[in-house]
C-alpha cells in the first residue's frame, strides 16, 4: 500500500507570477495568523542550488556515554586509554569528497583524537585505501565536552552502500565516549594500551567487537547542484531496531549489517528511481518528543534535540519524523496533547530554517508489554487521537500513512504479523521495507526552492 502525502496548500506559491507576490505574500500572513503555518523560506538555499556542495550521506544522532551495554548486551568501554576505535558506517551517496563529523557531546570532559583515519572496509575490521583525516590543517584535535567537529575536506571516493572503516585513535586517557547506542552495525576497537592502529589494513589487533557507533556523527559527501538530503527522524523505529523477545531486548543480532532500516529501503527505492535524495538517519531508540532521557541512551527529548540531529545536517531540505509512541508507553507517561504541542513546535523550527516537514502517523502496539499492555493499558486511545491529528492537520508538507499501511486489517491496533517483530512494537525487516514503500518518492524528491 502506497499513501500519498498531502501537499501544502502554500507549497507552490513561489511559481506564482511576480506581479501576484503582494497578494501571495499577504494572503500567507493572514493563513499564518489564522493557522499557525510558518512557511518554508522562498529564498534561494545557495548551498543547493547551482553549484556543487556537501551532502550529509550518512548519520547516526547522538544517544549517551553512559550506558554500560550495547543493544544487543555486551559491554562497552566505560573509559578509553590509548587504543583506537575502528567505526564501521554506510554511506547512502557517492562523491569524490569527504567530510567526516565527530562528536564529544556526551563526553564528561575534553577528548583528544589524536589521529582519525577514513578507508574502505573489506572484511571485518579490516580497511584498504586508508588516508588521515585532518582538521583545520592538523591531524591531531581537542574537542570540548558536549561539542562536535567537522573535518576539513578529503579528496576520497565514496561509494553509495560501500562500508567505510573511520578510525580514531585516543592517545590519552579519557572517559566514556559519546555513541549512538544501537547501530544495527558491527564496529571494532583495540584493547586499552595497543596505541596508533589507524593506519593498520589488517584486522587482527581490533580484539573487541561492539553495536554501537562510538564518536562518528556524520558524513558529508561533495554533490552535484540540486542534491539534497532528507532526514527521517524519530525513535528506534526510524532507528531499526528488531526486538528478538517480548520485552523488546537484546535487539535481534540477525539484523546487523544488513541494512534492513526504513531509512535504508527508502534509499534503495530512491537510487532505483535514479533521485538525487540521500536519506539520513536521525532516529534513536526510546526517545520521546517533549520528555528528555537524559544521561542514559533514550538521548534528549526530540523537541531540544531537533535543531542538532536533523535541521543543521548538510544540505538537508526536509525532515520525515515518525515519533511519539514512547511518550505513550514510558514513564512519565505524555498526554496526546503534550504529544501534539511537540509536532507544532518542530514544524515551527523547521519553518523558520526554511526546510520541509513531513509527519508520520504513529504504529498501533496495543499488545505490545512496552509501550503497550505492561507499562501503557490506554495508549491506543492517545494513539488514536494523534494520529487523528496528524492526518488531519494542514501544517506540514505532507503526511505519510505508516499506521495504515502496517496494522492488521483485523484488529486496527496492532501490527500485521509478518511485519512484525517478537516485541509487537517494532517492524521486522519486512515491515520496515513497507514502511519505505508508503512514502510517496516524487515529494521528497523535490528540489528546494532555487
Known amino acids: 500500500m502506497k499513501t500519498k502525502l498531502q501537499g501544502s496548500p502554500f507549497q507552490r506559491a513561489d511559481s506564482l507570477p511576480a506581479a501576484l507576490g503582494a497578494a501571495v505574500t499577504a494572503a500567507v500572513i493572514a493563513a499564518t495568523v489564522m493557522t499557525g503555518y510558518i512557511p518554508a523560506t522562498a529564498q534561494p538555499n545557495d548551498q543547493l542550488c547551482g553549484r556543487e556542495h556537501f551532502v550529509a550521506s550518512w548519520a547516526a544522532a547522538p544517544t549517551d556515554s553512559l550506558t554500560p551495554l550495547d543493544a544487543a548486551g555486551a559491554p562497552v568501554p566505560m573509559a578509553v586509554d590509548d587504543q583506537t576505535f575502528r567505526m564501521v558506517i554506510t554511506p547512502h551517496l557517492g ?35 586508508i588516508h588521515p583525516v585532518t582538521f583545520d590543517g592538523n591531524r591531531s584535535i581537542t574537542v570540548p565536552a558536549g561539542e562536535d567537529i567537522v573535518s576539513d575536506p578529503l579528496s576520497f571516493t565514496v561509494t553509495s552502500a560501500q562500508p567505510l572503516a573511520v578510525s580514531i585513535h585516543i592517545a590519552e586517557s579519557a572517559g566514556p565516549p559519546t555513541k549512538h547506542w544501537n547501530a544495527n552495525a558491527t564496529s571494532y576497537y583495540s584493547p586499552p594500551g595497543s596505541g596508533n592502529l589507524t593506519g593498520r589494513t589488517a584486522a587482527n589487533q581490533f580484539t573487541s567487537r561492539t553495536g554501537s557507533w562510538f564518536y562518528v556523527r556524520a558524513l558529508d559527501v561533495l554533490a552535484s547542484a540540486g542534491t539534497h538530503s532528507v532526514v527521517a527522524f524519530g525513535d528506534s523505529i526510524t532507528d531499526g531496531f528488531v526486538g528478538s523477545t517480548p520485552m523488546g531486548i537484546p535487539v535481534d543480532r540477525a539484523v546487523a549489517d544488513t541494512d534492513s532500516r526504513y531509512p535504508d529501503f527508502l ?30 541512551l533514550f538521548g534528549p527529548s526530540a523537541v531540544a534535540r531537533f535543531e542538532r540531529d536533523a535541521l543543521s545536517l548538510a544540505g538537508v531540505s526536509g525532515v520525515l519524523v515518525q515519533e511519539g509512541i514512547n511518550d505513550l508507553g514510558l514513564p512519565p507517561p505524555a498526554t496526546a496533547a503534550q504529544v501534539i504541542a511537540g509536532y507544532e513546535q518542530l514544524i515551527t523550527a523547521a519553518r523558520r530554517a526554511g526546510k520541509k516537514i513531513w509527519l508520520g502517523t504513529v504504529l498501533p502496539a496495543s499488545d505490545a508489554l512496552v509501550d503497550g499492555v505492561l507499562l501503557a493499558p490506554d495508549s491506543e486511545k492517545h494513539r488514536q487521537e494523534i494520529n487523528t491529528w496528524i492526518r488531519t492537520q494542514r501544517l506540514t508538507d505532507g503526511v505519510v500513512d505508516f499506521d495504515a499501511a502496517l496494522r492488521d486489517p483485523g484488529n486496527l491496533s496492532i501490527l500485521r504479523a509478518d511485519y512484525s517483530s517478537p516485541d509487537r512494537l517494532h517492524p521486522n525487516p519486512a515491515g520496515y521495507r513497507a514502511m519505505a514503500d508508503t512514502v510517496e518518492l516524487s515529494t521528497i524528491a523535490q528540489h528546494p526552492h532555487c
Not at 564529544?104 to 573489506?122: C, D, H, Y
Open 95 to 129: 562523491g569524490e569528497q569527504l567530510r567526516l563529523h565527530l562528536t564529544n557531546r556526551f563526553g564528561p570532559g575534553p577528548v583528544t583524537f589524536a589521529e582519525v583515519t577514513v578507508g574502505e572496509q573489506t572484511e571485518g575490521a579490516a580497511a584498504t585505501g
Open 267 to 296: 534509499q534503495r527505492r530512491l537510487d532505483h528511481a535514479g533521485i538525487p535524495v540521500s536519506v539520513v538517519n536521525a532516529g534513536i531508540g526510546s526517545n520521546r518528543v517533549v520528555t528528555g532521557g537524559e544521561p542514559f
